[in-house]
């Protein structure tokens, strides 16, 4: 059994355990500390927005943790709306409704929190809902879709899709929508489409009823994120070990017969090293095998990029 511990939280005793967070410890105990980017849905945390901070003192020092992170290892007190506490969260708010001025629940929580007057010099960066918490590129991978990823930097930081484009990968879920706490994901359904991201797709019914199933490319899903790259990586692999036997058995000049299992590998060989029927062009670029490196070698790249599009 875990090893347990008795914290104090705004001066009412509370039990956790090892390693517990001190924000699932307070609402178990219904003292709520406010949140944005946690959701139940996911088992990681990525306390992107701080507005969870509490003042935490163990061993007669004091700090500020962000809860929903903070794992409890030790007895301690924790105060949620300490003066310093309240403060910083004020900044917090008036930094993120700045970043978000045309959310209604960041104007809401701001003025609540007293962040309304005196940061007037913060000013908004543009005309959207999005605090960046990544919830939805959270949800997205967790649909095995990987569609959406944050894109840019600084001051021009958004989540998108690759290059702002109609993504493939995409499949019309909504759960990035859905899982928003800003309404900052527009979308759009009448009874027959559903647009998203740029994207419009058919929305399939049940045979019997008629009610709305969700999207075709929904149930074409068989993959998560992660295994799907690996599947495309093995079969890469195994292209690979195909051409390196096939050489040894029959030698360069008998390549082609390699080019067999996987048209598209190949061609993508011919296309950059502008091999000839009659062997590599060794003006143009490397010899074949060289060439099946590469691939193999992208293969590799999936694998250490799985979760990123
Ligand atoms: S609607 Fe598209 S981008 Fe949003 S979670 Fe679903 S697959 Fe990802
Ligand atoms: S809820 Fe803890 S950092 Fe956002």
């Given amino acids: 059994m875990a090893k347990t511990y008795d914290i104090v939280i705004d001066g009412k005793t509370c039990m956790a355990e090892h390693g517990e967070y001190l924000w699932d410890v307070a609402k178990r105990n219904g003292i709520e500390i406010p949140a944005l980017c946690r959701s139940e849905a996911f088992p990681e945390h990525h306390a992107s927005c701080r507005v969870c901070i509490a003042e935490v003192v163990a061993r007669g020092r004091s700090k500020v943790v962000t809860s929903c992170v903070y794992p409890i290892e030790g007895e301690c007190e924790v105060h949620t709306n300490s003066p310093k506490i309240v403060q910083d969260r004020k900044v917090l708010m008036a930094l993120l409704a700045a970043r978000a001025p045309e959310s209604d629940l960041m104007a809401a929580m701001a003025s609540h929190m007293g962040a309304g007057e005196g940061y007037e010099r913060l000013k908004p960066l543009d005309a959207g809902k999005c605090i960046l918490c990544g919830l939805c590129v959270q949800a997205c991978e967790s649909m095995g879709a990987g569609a959406i990823s944050t894109v840019n930097r600084g001051v021009d930081k958004e989540i998108n899709t690759p290059y702002g484009a109609a993504s493939d990968d995409c499949i019309g ?112 670029g490397a010899p074949w095998h060289s060439s099946t490196a590469m691939i193999a070698t992208s293969g590799h790249c999936l694998i250490g990029n799985a979760g990123r599009s």
């Fill in 173 to 284: 879920c909504l759960s990035c929508a859905n899982v928003r706490p800003t309404d900052s994901i527009p979308f759009k359904e009448d009874s027959e489409t559903r647009t998203i991201w740029n994207r419009t797709f058919e929305l399939s019914r049940c045979k019997e009823c008629g009610r709305v199933l969700g999207t075709q490319q929904m149930s074409d899903v068989e993959l998560c994120d992660a295994c799907r790259r690996k599947a495309i990586a093995n079969e890469l692999a195994e292209t690979y070990r195909f051409v390196q036997n096939s050489s040894r058995e029959f030698g360069r000049p008998h390549i082609q017969m390699a080019a067999k299992p996987d048209g598209r590998a190949f061609a993508r060989i011919r296309e950059r090293h502008g091999r000839t029927d009659d062997g590599p062009d060794r003006r143009k």
